[in-house]
Structures are given as C-alpha cells and as structure tokens.
C-alpha cells in the first residue's frame, strides 16, 4: 500500500467489478469519493463506508477500506457504534433516498440530532432503483411509477429540510454530473465535526432518468441553480446578474447588486431552512452548496468523555458486581 503522502484514487479502489446500471450517477459518486480521499491522504485502513440496503448501499464493496454492508435503514444505528466505541475511524454512512427517509427516517433523524461525527451522503435520485421503479418518500406528488400508476399521492419529504428539522449541524447539497462542485461539497463535510449531512442528487438512467434535467443540465443550470457559498453574495444566472435577498420569512430574487451574503452558520437554522424551501417555488432558483455549518457536541466525544469520568473516579469496575448489584432478588 502506498504511504499517506502518495496515495491516489487506485489505493481506494477494492478488488471488486463495480456493477451498477451504465450511465448511473454512483459511477460519478464514487469516483469522486474515491479521488477526495486520496488527495487529503487519509489512510484507507482508518476508513470505514457503512451503508443499509439500495443500489448506494454497494458502496462499501467498491472501497479499499473497512465496509459494513448492513440492513435496510439501519445503517445510522451500526455508524454510531462504529463511531463511538472507534472514534478515530473516518466514517462515512452511504444511503439512499428510499433506505434513509423511509424505513430509517427514525434512524436517520436520530444520528443527525445525537450529532455523531460522521459523515451521511444519501443519493437521491427520487425512486427506489434496486427493487425496480416503485415511488420513494422523495418522489414528487403525480409521479407515475409500479406502486403508483395514477401518480403519487404522497406529499414528499424534503431531505434538506428534514435534517434541518433534525437539528442538524451541517447540511449541504450537490449533483453527480458536477465532479468539481462535488468534490468542494466533500471537502466541506469532511472538516465539519458532527454529524455532515450531504444530499446528493443522482440520476437513475433506468427508472428515473434525467428527473432534475429542467435544473441541473448545463445548458439551463446558471439560471435554474443558486449556490450557496459561505461569505458570498447569493448570486446566479448565466452572466451573474441575478441575486437572492432574504426579506422576513421569504426568499426574493433580485439583481446581482442588490443580493445578500450568505451565512450557514447562524445560531438559528431558520434562514437556512427558508433556503431549503425554494424547493417548491418555480420562480426561484434550485439552492445547491452548504445550507448550515455550526459547531455543536459531538455524540461520539461526549459519550467517551463520561466513560473516561467514570474509570477516574471509580475504576475500571467489575462485570459480575455490576450483575448482582442493585434489584436482585434469590428465589429458592
């Protein structure tokens, strides 16, 4: 293996035939994973990718580092242990929009409030692509698919808002087909201490193909997306005329001149959600970048520290005093 200072994106890749769909946005994903890694030297064997059930979750078989492939929208409650009783691992829980907000939204809501210091990349690509087609918890209402042929009539989660909700504190988002804006996202969430939650919209070629196309394609992204890049002006369009101002409790579209800068890292989540929920509104550019970077305890640490309390005041203890200690009772 290659010592720190020289690795490269071969040393994070597994002896393993990477089998996704052709033309699917993982590819893209992993690549960038895989290349991010390198450049900043990170060990492989100080990694560790843990991911649930979903075409993301073959995630931890293409890493040439330590993997827990794990069950369907568990895979937060394996990251925290992972994390916690191994904090200087690296980890990284891979999920996907199904895994993550449907059977593990409690999983997931409570890894992101405990602010485990991990980082969570979830693809989202608004179907549930392995088991072939069927509507997710993202999927937008009318979307016509096997379980819904007369189109959902689910109100969707939003993840951004979500984790938000969640107290999280940090959220960003991304797309596959951007490898640079992908690779600052990374980079961000990597340094963050606490639990980094990073939604990354991903193209499905066979069941949901090209769904962000209206915003994400090149030739109507400048116009369609804002960037929110922290101590910058919120500003977009093709020639960077167009601007974004918060005015109260809503988002208004301005001139480049007349845009606010952008703060993520406000004590109180509710500009960053105000952000999230742009979403919805056609009149404004789809936010893409870091909504919220703020510092907070990490679960991880604090758990530690109360154990490292505990051995100095009363020692290391005694497994069999501990059983027969307290509420115990001898029936003849």
């Known amino acids: 293996m290659a010592t720190q200072a020289t690795l490269t994106k071969k040393d994070f ?159 960003a988002r991304t797309v596959d087909m951007d490898s640079k804006h992908m690779a600052a996202t990374l980079a961000a969430a990597h340094k963050h201490q606490g639990t980094a939650f990073v939604e990354v919209l991903q193209n499905c070629v066979i069941f949901n193909k090209d769904f962000y196309s209206d915003e994400m394609a090149k030739s109507v992204r400048a116009e369609k997306t804002v960037n929110l890049v922290p101590g910058e002006k919120m500003v977009y369009g093709a020639d960077n005329d167009k601007g974004l101002r918060l005015d109260g409790w809503h988002v208004k579209a301005c001139s480049a001149e007349e845009a606010d800068t952008w703060d993520p890292g406000t004590a109180s989540s509710a500009p960053a959600f105000l952000m999230s929920q742009m979403d919805d509104d056609p009149d404004l550019p789809v936010p893409m970048g870091i909504f919220r970077s703020v510092e907070g305890t990490c679960y991880d640490a604090a758990v530690n520290a109360q154990i490292d309390q505990a051995l100095s005041e009363s020692g290391p203890g005694d497994l069999n005093d501990l059983i027969w200690s307290g509420n115990c009772w001898e029936i003849d």
């Open 13 to 171: 890749q597994s002896d393993q035939e990477v089998r996704w769909c052709p033309g699917c946005g993982d590819y893209a994903i992993l690549n960038a994973v895989q290349k991010y890694l390198a450049e900043v030297a990170v060990s492989p064997a100080n990694v560790v990718f843990v991911s649930g059930i979903g075409c993301s979750s073959r995630f931890p078989y293409y890493m040439n580092s330590y993997g827990f492939h794990t069950i369907h929208g568990r895979a937060p409650a394996f990251a925290t242990g992972i994390k916690t009783s191994n904090p200087e691992l690296d980890v990284w829980l891979v999920t996907g929009d199904g895994d993550a907000m449907s059977i593990g939204g409690n999983h997931f809501i409570h890894v992101v409030r405990r602010n485990v210091n991990l980082n969570i990349l979830m693809f989202n690509n608004q179907i549930y692509g392995l088991t072939k087609g069927q509507y997710s918890p993202t999927s937008p209402e009318g979307k016509k698919t096997k379980t819904s042929p007369m189109g959902s009539i689910d109100r969707p989660f939003n993840p951004i808002s979500l984790a938000l909700g969640a107290n999280a504190t940090f959220v």
